[in-house]
């Protein structure tokens, strides 16, 4: 579904991401993973069409070319970046916000029944209804952002998900929920690709692979997981 062909990143003349080459296959479950500051974030931001980056190589979607591609029409396409620090934004509120990007991505919609909607799924998520007035993100803790981010992508309904440290600064209640939630996308066909420092979701990935210092160095399955929650990222891995 994606693949990236010797994809280097650059931001002010540094290389941030190496020449890296990868594969995510269609319904699959991908964990991204490597320890602090190796580029995985980096690498989301990349696949998005992230305007301060300079990126070389070829990013396909669907066998489709989406290097020269802005950030709008690779989420017409069916790519969604759920964001690690999601920013908050005054005077927006979370309803239009969702809305507007629904609209852009589906089309029109009728305002009350998509309201409807937007609330049963909020309080599903043990989100109250008064968040869908409130400005987007704007005092809300890191669990609030984190099932935000959760409802616009079971709204949205992208064709890949590329989740940034979704099981970060959560309780144990919402990462039961946000693991629920993302069995039951995968399931309906979503793919998901997360990134991840120890897989604490309770999903079963179908491929891993490491990144560090902007380079794969390893690539694997379930053990890998394992591995890595033993010994952790400075034990060789290969």
Same mark, same amino acid.
């Given at each position: 579904m994606l693949k990236l062909n010797h994809i280097t990143i650059k931001k002010d003349d540094k290389n941030l991401i190496n020449d890296i080459s990868l594969n995510i296959q269609k319904g699959h479950i991908h964990y991204l993973m490597g320890p602090n500051g190796s580029g995985k974030s980096t690498l989301a931001l990349g696949i998005m069409g992230y305007p301060d980056y300079s990126v070389e190589g070829d990013i396909l979607f669907e066998n489709q070319s989406i290097q020269d591609m802005s950030p709008d029409k690779r989420a017409r396409l069916g790519l969604f970046l759920s964001m690690q620090y999601p920013p908050s934004i005054r005077g927006v509120t979370i309803l239009s916000l969702i809305k507007n990007a629904y609209q852009a991505i589906h089309g029109v919609v009728n305002v009350l029944e998509f309201r409807n909607l937007v609330l049963t799924e909020a309080k599903r998520l043990g989100l109250d209804e008064s968040i869908l007035t409130r400005g987007v993100n704007e005092g809300f803790s890191g669990g609030e952002r984190k099932r935000l981010e959760l409802l616009q992508l079971i709204l949205l309904k992208p064709k890949l998900a590329i989740l940034d440290e979704p099981d970060s600064g959560v309780d144990i209640d919402a990462l039961k929920i946000m693991s629920q939630e993302l069995e039951h996308l995968s399931q309906q066909g979503m793919t998901l690709c997360i990134i %991840? !420092? !120890? *897989? &604490? /979701? !309770? /999903?079963?990935?179908?491929?891993? %692979?490491?990144?560090? &210092? *902007?380079v794969i160095v390893a690539e694997g399955g379930e053990e890998l997981l394992q591995q890595i929650q033993q010994k952790g990222f400075q034990e060789p891995i290969l």
């Open positions: %991840t !420092h !120890h *897989g &604490q /979701l !309770h /999903l079963k990935p179908n491929a891993i %692979t490491v990144i560090n &210092q *902007g």
